[in-house]
């Protein structure tokens, strides 16, 4: 049962890619934005659920993926130009959070939030690497020498690099480090007091969120071919925030429930007011809508979906017919008082 357990998770991404190559161009393309969403919900919710460190310049470090693997697959670098990404956005991430790591909850919160700013004036003045306001063209990823441009190809990409960053995590949190992240996460005078190094801990927790934020932010370079800093705004950290908070933070389903909401959502209002004819009404409605749908599920269910997804299926379980057999064992003495086998 343990074994496939394990395995659930590697077959249920080796279906999808299989499905991704055999969607429509917009099925697929809705793949891949949910995927590259839940990758960076993966790398915040290491930092936020794991970590306990709240981040709003999530957007931002996207940013830095985006340009980073514009400028270096425009280079050459290939299929490279991701990991220079993740590099870049990590040492981004670690710059971040030093000045900050005497600062806790709210403190550190604001500090991400004037990191967020900085950083998009700097897309916009940095001409030389970012283009300016007219935003840095990007030329379609390389694969072993070939472009990848179809979006299934694409989708195919973004749920592999969506299942090594899972993996990854997954190892991650097994080892000490990740251990201890948890424990900073609950108390950090309690974390000293067991002899972690807090602010070791958190700089490990900067860089590894940074990186595969990095990641995430290439993808969305060579999947919209274009970075530009309007792209890359404070609206972009709160949806990311919102996608592990929705989702359930600190759970290892949230990211991906959270980034199928968070992408999803508009798409089927925009889909249910062309289909009834209501389209500009509801395209005036949908931000709104959007946000009081989030509003009323925290606040019926404010552990999120993972939570929600829990309940279901116990419900669901509930309701089957039970397949144990009960077996009457005849006895030859009395049971005791309190016997357990009673």
């Given at each position: 049962?343990?074994?496939?357990?394990?395995?659930?998770?590697?077959?249920?991404?080796?279906?999808?890619?299989?499905?991704?190559?055999?969607?429509?161009?917009?099925?697929?393309?809705?793949?891949?934005?949910v995927a590259i969403a839940a990758i960076g919900a993966l790398g915040l919710n290491l930092l936020t659920g794991f970590c306990g460190q709240i981040s709003?310049?999530?957007?931002?470090?996207?940013?830095?993926?985006?340009?980073?693997?514009?400028?270096?697959?425009?280079?050459?670098?290939?299929?490279?130009?991701?990991?220079?990404?993740?590099?870049?956005?990590?040492?981004?991430?670690?710059?971040?959070?030093?000045?900050?790591?005497?600062?806790?909850?709210?403190?550190?919160?604001?500090?991400?939030?004037?990191?967020?700013?900085?950083?998009?004036?700097?897309?916009?003045?940095?001409?030389?690497?970012?283009?300016?306001?007219?935003?840095?063209?990007?030329?379609?990823?390389?694969?072993?020498?070939?472009?990848?441009?179809?979006?299934?190809?694409?989708?195919?990409?973004?749920?592999?690099?969506?299942?090594?960053?899972?993996?990854?995590?997954?190892?991650?949190?097994?080892?000490?480090?990740?251990?201890?992240?948890?424990?900073?996460?609950?108390?950090?005078?309690?974390?000293?007091?067991?002899?972690?190094?807090?602010?070791?801990?958190?700089?490990?927790?900067?860089?590894?969120?940074?990186?595969?934020?990095?990641?995430?932010?290439?993808?969305?370079?060579?999947t919209t071919r274009l970075a530009n800093p309007e792209a890359f705004q404070l609206s972009l950290s709160v949806d990311q925030v919102a996608m592990i908070?929705?989702?359930?933070?600190?759970?290892?389903?949230?990211?991906?429930?959270?980034?199928?909401?968070?992408?999803?959502?508009?798409?089927?209002?925009?889909?249910?007011?062309?289909?009834?004819?209501?389209?500009?009404?509801?395209?005036?409605?949908?931000?709104?809508?959007?946000?009081?749908?989030?509003?009323?599920?925290?606040?019926?269910?404010?552990?999120?979906?993972?939570?929600?997804?829990?309940?279901?299926?116990?419900?669901?379980?509930?309701?089957?017919?039970?397949?144990?057999?009960?077996?009457?064992?005849?006895?030859?003495?009395?049971?005791?008082?309190?016997?357990?086998?009673?």
């Amino acid at each position: 049962m343990a074994t496939l357990r394990k395995l659930a998770v590697p077959i249920l991404f080796l279906v999808t890619m299989l499905a991704s190559l055999t969607l429509g161009r917009f099925g697929a393309y809705l793949v891949h934005s949910v995927a590259i969403a839940a990758i960076g919900a993966l790398g915040l919710n290491l930092l936020t659920g794991f970590c306990g460190q709240i981040s709003f310049a999530q957007g931002a470090l996207l940013g830095v993926g985006a340009y980073t693997a514009g400028n270096l697959g425009n280079a050459g670098w290939g299929i490279w130009a991701i990991v220079g990404a993740g590099v870049a956005s990590a040492m981004t991430s670690l710059a971040i959070g030093l000045p900050a790591l005497r600062l806790r909850g709210l403190y550190y919160a604001i500090a991400t939030l004037a990191a967020q700013f900085i950083l998009e004036y700097l897309f916009k003045i940095l001409e030389p690497i970012t283009n300016g306001i007219s935003g840095l063209l990007i030329q379609p990823l390389k694969l072993f020498g070939r472009p990848v441009v179809g979006d299934q190809a694409l989708a195919v990409l973004s749920l592999a690099l969506l299942l090594a960053a899972y993996s990854f995590l997954r190892w991650l949190m097994k080892t000490n480090v990740g251990r201890a992240m948890l424990i900073v996460r609950e108390n950090e005078l309690v974390a000293k007091g067991m002899g972690i190094d807090v602010a070791r801990t958190k700089i490990w927790a900067f860089v590894t969120s940074g990186f595969i934020t990095g990641v995430a932010g290439a993808m969305i370079g060579f999947t919209t071919r274009l970075a530009n800093p309007e792209a890359f705004q404070l609206s972009l950290s709160v949806d990311q925030v919102a996608m592990i908070i929705v989702g359930g933070q600190g759970t290892w389903a949230g990211p991906f429930l959270g980034a199928a909401f968070v992408v999803l959502l508009p798409e089927a209002i925009q889909r249910t007011g062309e289909a009834f004819d209501i389209a500009r009404l509801l395209f005036a409605l949908r931000d709104m809508a959007f946000g009081l749908l989030i509003i009323l599920f925290l606040l019926f269910e404010p552990r999120g979906l993972s939570a929600l997804l829990r309940r279901l299926v116990r419900w669901v379980s509930s309701l089957l017919p039970s397949t144990r057999t009960s077996v009457l064992t005849v006895k030859s003495h009395p049971s005791p008082p309190g016997d357990p086998n009673e």
